[in-house]
Antibody, heavy 116, light 107 residues
Framework: EVQLVESGGGLVQPGGSLRLSCAAS????????MSWVRQAPGKGLEWVAN????????YYVDSVKGRFTISRDNAKNSLYLQMNSLRAEDTAVYYC?????????WGQGTLVTVSS | DIQMTQSPSSLSASVGDRVTITCQAS??????LNWYQQKPGKAPKLLIY???NLETGVPSRFSGSGSGTDFTFTISSLQPEDIATYYC?????????FGQGTRLEIK
């Protein structure tokens, strides 16, 4: 059974940093692109970042470029999102998702709240 | 970046009604278009991939069509459990975008 489990969310002050993790199981993690998608409270879905199977290609939505870094450790079946210089508008539930063309599997999400 | 215009933003329909949601891309995306259902407090669920393919286990009352810039998502006979928000999503290039969502309610 495919499982994606996010962790690392919490309350952080503006300008602070947070590292999200996503533990994958039930499939060959190293064979798939992976993504982070977020959803601000009461708002729609927003794609945040993609990473290729071997980590050689990474893409970001403009609003997080230079502040967020997506990475992966295929030996640990894990996906990460390092978030720096956090802003109030980064407050959201962050989901990791497997990419098979579509986002065919999603985690349960982890809430990041940026507030003083 | 490719913009996705989804309409309507909200929709009220009766059980048994045929429901249609549209999504328009700002440029040709071939059939690189997916549809998701999201219920409150839950992660999105993939329903339709590549514009018209039904994901395994998804009821056949859900369908999708279109190519290029114009796409349609249809529920042939609305059921109470279909109350949710629906999103289109393009993946023509690695810079992925979603539509704004359609909130579906029971009349």
């Amino acid at each position: 059974e495919v499982q994606l489990v996010e962790s690392g969310g919490g309350l952080v002050q503006p300008g602070g940093s947070l590292r999200l993790s996503c533990a994958a199981s039930g499939f060959t993690f190293s064979s798939y692109w992976m993504s982070w998608v977020r959803q601000a409270p009461g708002k729609g879905l927003e794609w945040v970042a993609n990473i290729k199977q071997d980590g050689s290609e990474k893409y970001y939505v403009d609003s997080v470029k230079g502040r967020f870094t997506i990475s992966r450790d295929n030996a640990k079946n894990s996906l990460y999102l390092q978030m720096n210089s956090l802003r109030a508008e980064d407050t959201a539930v962050y989901y990791c998702a497997r990419v098979a063309g579509a986002f065919d599997y999603w985690g349960q999400g982890t809430l990041v709240t940026v507030s003083s | 970046d490719i913009q996705m215009t989804q309409s309507p933003s909200s929709l009220s329909a009766s059980v048994g009604d045929r429901v249609t949601i549209t999504c328009q891309a700002s440029q040709d995306i071939s059939n690189y278009l997916n549809w998701y259902q999201q219920k409150p407090g839950k992660a999105p669920k993939l329903l339709i991939y590549d514009a018209s393919n039904l994901e395994t286990g998804v009821p056949s009352r859900f369908s999708g069509s279109g190519s290029g810039t114009d796409f349609t998502f249809t529920i042939s006979s609305l059921q109470p459990e279909d109350i949710a928000t629906y999103y289109c999503q393009q993946y023509d290039n690695p810079l992925i975008t979603f539509g704004q969502g359609t909130r579906l309610e029971i009349k």
